[in-house]
């Protein structure tokens, strides 16, 4: 890798960084910045944020968790076709279970929230 291309590499993680981390904080600060009172509590904004990186998060986990297990379930599948049947049922059954961890995750966000009224 040169010197340009490991800067522009740089540059480009740098920018994800900030988009990802430093913007929602902007977005968060604007109605304190327009003179709107400040309130906390369930409909403060920094319970928005943390849902959103809370599932964001989640989400991240669950696909690497899932493109992991299907893949090894192929993989296992395709050095032994016959186990394809004893195989297949147990991938979906893992896979129902990774899934489950990123719902489970949605509906967290929004008890914090209080939009459920707990």
Same mark, same amino acid.
């Given at each position: 890798?040169?010197?340009?291309?490991? &800067? +522009? $590499?740089?540059?480009?993680?740098?920018?994800? /960084?900030? %988009?990802? /981390?430093?913007?929602?904080?902007?977005?968060?600060?604007?109605?304190?910045?327009? #003179?709107?009172?400040?309130? $906390?509590?369930?409909?403060? #904004?920094?319970?928005? !944020?943390? +849902?959103?990186?809370?599932?964001?998060?989640?989400?991240?986990?669950?696909?690497?968790?899932?493109?992991?297990?299907?893949?090894? %379930?192929?993989?296992?599948?395709? &050095?032994?076709?016959?186990?394809?049947?004893?195989? /297949?049922?147990? +991938?979906?059954?893992?896979?129902?279970?990774?899934?489950?961890?990123? !719902?489970?995750?949605?509906? +967290?966000?929004?008890?914090? $929230?209080?939009?459920? #009224?707990?």
């Amino acid at each position: 890798m040169t010197t340009k291309q490991a &800067r +522009m $590499s740089y540059v480009s993680k740098l920018t994800a /960084f900030v %988009a990802v /981390f430093l913007a929602p904080a902007l977005a968060a600060a604007a109605p304190a910045a327009a #003179g709107a009172a400040q309130q $906390s509590g369930p409909h403060d #904004g920094t319970y928005a !944020i943390a +849902m959103v990186v809370g599932v964001g998060l989640a989400a991240l986990g669950c696909g690497l968790g899932q493109g992991k297990a299907a893949g090894a %379930a192929l993989e296992g599948i395709c &050095r032994n076709p016959n186990s394809a049947d004893k195989v /297949f049922t147990p +991938m979906l059954l893992g896979l129902a279970f990774i899934e489950s961890l990123v !719902i489970f995750t949605f509906v +967290m966000g929004f008890i914090v $929230s209080g939009k459920f #009224g707990f």
